[in-house]
């Protein structure tokens, strides 16, 4: 079974979306779980429409409600996914396929944007390396349920928990980059642009392996 994990806070302009894609899909081997962090839209509403969908309410941080979503997921997978994501088609069959090899422990698919133009076909293509200056959470993480279990989860920061597991899934194992990609929103390389973004970012995970406090980073990559 893949356990879809969803962490949102007020992702109404999104969530349905993304449910009514996984919708089709769901059987005895897929579950979904949304995880909300305290939304103040009507995200919680949408959700609870849905049937066959679980709503778990959680204090706010994506690591936090990632890891309780875990804690209540039935699946031997945990897929976590982010609320303005797009899945490609047959996404379950590719995970599948990833997780089969015994020595994987882990995976992301690629990234593509949901806006065209030049930089932003220059990102999705550097997302197809497996540096981790271009695998992100956005990117959609699958993970065995043991081998999560066994890292303790994601930890509590504010910011780089995607980052700082996938290091630590690296040295346990192999970490697959998939032959699909997951289309995201451009919204946050559309309001400060592409080039300006993608160097903030890039200067967050150094300034993080300089051992400088998430939540300092946390701040500017918000501002």
Known sequence: MISVII???????RIASLLEAIYQDIGDQLEVVVVDGGSQDNTVAIVIQKPHVRLIKSSRGRAVQMNNGAKNSKGDILFFL?????????????IQMGI???KCVAGTFQLKFDQ??????????MSRLKSPLFTYGDQ??????TI???????EKLPIMEDYEILRRLGRMGR?????AVITTSSRKFVKNGVIF???????IVILYLLGVNPKHLAKWYSA
């Open 7 to 13: 962490p949102t806070y007020n992702e109404q302009e």
């Open 82 to 94: 982010h609320a303005d994501s797009q899945l490609p088609v047959d996404w379950i069959g590719y």
């Open 100 to 102: 089969e090899d015994p």
């Open 116 to 125: 065209a133009g030049f930089w932003y076909d220059l990102y999705s293509q």
């Open 140 to 145: 959609g993480l699958f993970v065995r349920k």
């Open 148 to 154: 999560f279990d066994e890292t303790g989860g994601f």
């Open 175 to 179: 970490l697959v980059k998939l032959d």
């Open 197 to 203: 973004q993608q160097l903030k970012n890039i200067t």
